[in-house]
């Protein structure tokens, strides 16, 4: 059987939660070069503490658990966020959320 090489499995709950704002956490996965992955953790009734502003590399987000609300829309679990580069937005949630996201640096 063939074996994978250059393989590191990495458990997000072991990677230290960093306080954002009330309600808030994000754990930074390991990557590659010049790219951010990270897991966001909000709370129910939560809002993200400051309007987030993405510069070239914009932002890429997935629903993994709970509802988001961004602006008037709301996006649910399997739900793909595409943010343009220099987007920007404020995300919250009534219900609790989990997001996996991506940045280029």
Excluded: K
Aim: glycine share 14%; aromatic share 8%.
């Amino acid at each position: 059987m063939f074996q994978p090489t250059g393989l590191t499995p990495v458990s997000f709950e072991s990677c230290e939660a960093i306080a954002i704002g009330p309600g808030c956490t994000r754990r930074d996965l390991p990557s590659r070069p010049g790219v951010r992955v990270w897991i966001v953790e909000m709370a129910p009734g939560s809002e993200w503490p400051r309007v987030d502003h993405h510069g070239e590399g914009g932002e890429d987000v997935f629903v993994l658990d709970g509802e988001v609300i961004e602006g008037d829309e709301r996006f649910g679990v399997g739900t793909y966020l595409h943010f343009d580069p220099d987007s920007r937005h404020q995300p919250r949630t009534e219900t609790g959320v989990r997001l996996i996201g991506f940045n280029l640096l």
